[in-house]
């Protein structure tokens, strides 16, 4: 049974950071892209990052140079390093993994709240 659970969420000030975690459980890790959406209030769920099995990263235009996305094979989690944060961040951050068949798994999500 595939499992996602993300962690790490809270309240930030703007211009703070925080760094969420996905842990994966039931899947070959190494072998998975691994991608983290995330929905505003009132907004649909939205694509932020994905990190490919080699490391590779893409990253919508609006968190260039402030996201980080990396990953720990052996610990079979996933990171997003959040910088400088901008109350349009404010969003529930889901992970998500699609396995060979084309079946996509998700986290329940973690909410981040920037506020001051």
């Known amino acids: 049974q595939v499992q996602l659970v993300e962690s790490g969420g809270g309240l930030v000030q703007p211009g703070g950071s925080l760094r969420l975690s996905c842990a994966a459980s039931?899947?070959?890790?190494?072998?998975?892209?691994i991608s983290w959406y995330r929905q505003a209030p009132g907004k649909e769920r939205a694509l932020v990052t994905s990190?490919?099995?080699?490391?590779?990263?893409t990253y919508v235009d609006s968190v260039k140079d402030r996201f980080t996305a990396s990953r720990d094979n052996a610990k079979n989690t996933v990171y997003l390093q959040m910088n400088s944060l901008k109350p349009e961040d404010t969003a529930v951050y889901y992970c998500?993994?699609?396995?060979?068949?084309?079946?996509?798994?998700w986290g329940k999500g973690t909410l981040v709240t920037v506020s001051s």
């Open positions: 998500m993994t699609r396995d060979s068949y084309g079946m996509d798994y």
């Open positions: 039931g899947i070959t890790f190494r072998f998975n892209t």
């Open positions: 990190i490919t099995v080699s490391g590779r990263t």
